[in-house]
């Protein structure tokens, strides 16, 4: 279970003011249909997570204890370093064509997160944390609970993206908090 609710709650925090809700946020103007905005977001987090996590997990069976914890640490403080830089989305980005909410979506999502810091979470949630499924699972609710408001009060949050520096800054915080604690060994 601690999978699960660390994975949910680590990626929901550092996914706020991300590029990919900023995304949601465009594409929810562009589409004005939520529902298949929503199910391209969790098609999209599921497989990328998946092979994420997958890869977290492979990486986990080659590497010893002390050097996993090093890299694991290392990892949340570069994640926490990481969030404390506001994402931006071009204006080329918002110009999805003609394939449809869903699949823009889909394709939209899958791309944007390759890299990005709530994948990179991922893998290092998968290194740290079994079963995958469960990571994975927890890290898509995660993107939910923070892609789904954008999608359906968009307007409403893309007025008030100044707050969400706060939010930012709290997730670089938690962060930072994962990254020492697996440096000191404390079972993070």
Same mark, same amino acid.
């Given at each position: ?12 925090? $550092? ?11 465009? #594409? ?6 939520? %529902?298949? !905005? ?15 996590? %997958?890869?977290?997990? %492979? ?14 640490? !290392? ?9 404390? !830089? ?40 998968? !290194?740290?944390?079994?079963?995958? %499924? ?28 100044? #707050? ?8 670089? $915080? ?6 020492? #604690?697996?440096? $000191?060994?404390?079972?993070?």
């Amino acid at each position: 279970m601690d999978a699960f609710l660390v994975s949910t709650g680590v990626v929901a925090l $550092a996914e706020i003011g991300d590029k990919t809700q900023l995304l949601a946020l465009i #594409l929810a103007a562009r589409f004005r249909r939520p %529902w298949p !905005i929503v199910a391209g977001i969790f098609v999209a987090t599921i497989l990328n997570h998946f092979a994420a996590g %997958w890869v977290g997990q %492979w990486v986990a069976h080659f590497v010893n204890a002390d050097v996993l914890r090093w890299m694991i640490g !290392i990892g949340f403080l570069a994640i926490a370093a990481w969030a404390c !830089i506001p994402d931006e989305v071009d204006e080329g980005d918002s110009e999805v064509q003609p394939y449809g909410a869903f699949i823009a979506t889909a394709i939209a999502f899958f791309l944007a997160e390759i890299g990005d810091k709530t994948q990179v979470a991922t893998v290092a949630l998968a !290194i740290k944390y079994a079963p995958l %499924w469960m990571v994975v699972v927890g890290t898509t609710l995660g993107m939910m609970i923070a892609n789904v408001p954008a999608v359906w009060l968009g307007q409403w949050i893309s007025d008030r993206l100044h #707050l969400l520096r706060y939010v930012r800054f709290a997730a670089a $915080a938690m962060f930072t908090v994962l990254g020492v #604690l697996a440096l $000191a060994n404390f079972g993070v």
